[in-house]
């Protein structure tokens, strides 16, 4: 079965908030929502964006945006965060060290709403802390992990993730809390027995956007050294949920990378838009589309679609 990205039509709640200083707009229910993350051609963040430099497409139709919620500092933008890391035979205890070190960075500038969960994963999944807005739990833990070793559950452990968001709400203090998974891993999976299509569907059905930062494998070729693709790699998880991967080398400091995922994430967009109308009875999946008046903007979306309900 191929993969495709999903979005859910979610109910958000009536109300009014703060979607930008001085402005206020009105969240209606039934809205169809994307996170959309925009750099330059060098990778940065653009912020300073507006509504009006979006354009939205559903079926290759122009949705007007409804919502729109603009995140331009990192620590002015809530976010839920569940951690999964790799603590299989392929770990050391100094590159678990360096886990413990990478996590601090993410912490250190964070807004004050933000949740965070801890998952590790070998032969077993375990949740060593469930979402706290006090993230010294989540370095406790981690520096009291000492069941190192055995086979490689990835992606068991990326579902165990998923369901921690079920009870998560979609705001805190007025503003959309952006939802991640960050995996720690190389990237291969030994043991798991989720079915992956189905993973993505959970995945997208609670608007979770997966970063990885992955230890790759190369191998030599004519043309040189070139990177092994990883079972990771193959499922395309992280870049249909709008993520992005970080390669690091096994031994050294990847700090900056968690850095560079936490600042990612936080400058996002959020849209929200109304779907178009759907004949009596009929159901099927919608792609949307998002587009910049910039021509020399990135853009990746949090979901390539979704299936609309009668």
């Known amino acids: 079965m191929a993969w495709v990205g999903f979005c859910s039509v979610v109910g958000l709640p009536v109300g009014r908030v703060n979607a930008l200083p001085q402005e206020e707009i009105v969240l209606r229910s039934h809205l169809v929502t994307i996170e959309v993350t925009v750099t330059d051609a060098h990778g940065r963040p653009m912020t300073g964006l507006h509504r009006d430099d979006f354009l939205v497409y559903e079926d290759g139709r122009p949705r007007r945006i409804a919502f729109f919620q603009a995140n331009g500092e990192q620590a002015l933008r809530p976010l ?125 059905e609670q608007e979770v956007t997966v970063y990885s930062v992955t230890a790759p494998s190369y191998t030599l070729t004519v043309a040189g050294r070139v990177r092994v693709p990883t079972p990771l790699d193959a499922t395309r998880l992280v ?26 994430a ?8 109304e779907p178009g109308d759907l004949p009596e009875g009929r159901t099927g999946f919608r792609r949307i589309s998002v587009r910049l008046r910039h021509p020399e903007a990135v853009v990746r979306t949090s979901r390539e679609g979704y299936y609309a309900q009668p």
């Open 80 to 204: 839920a965060v569940v951690f999964a890391f790799d603590v299989s035979g392929s770990v050391t205890p100094d590159e678990a060290a360096l886990q413990r070190r990478a996590l601090e960075a993410f912490l250190a500038e964070r807004h004050p709403d933000s949740m965070f969960a801890l998952v590790t994963f070998n032969h077993e999944v375990r949740v060593l802390e469930g979402f706290t807005k006090d993230p010294s739990r989540l370095l406790t833990k981690l520096s009291r992990f000492r069941d190192f070793g055995g086979s490689t559950r990835l992606f068991d452990a990326v579902d165990k993730a998923v369901s921690l968001f079920r009870k998560v709400p979609k705001q805190r203090g007025g503003r959309v809390l952006r939802r991640l998974i960050v995996v720690l891993t190389d990237g291969f999976d030994s043991a798991s027995n989720v079915n992956l299509d189905d993973l993505l569907r959970r995945v997208n």
């Open 239 to 264: 870049p249909l949920t709008g993520g992005r991967d970080f390669p690091m080398t096994p031994g050294k400091d990847y700090s900056d990378s968690f850095r560079a995922i936490a600042k990612d």
């Open 266 to 273: 936080a400058t996002s967009y959020t849209l929200a838009y």
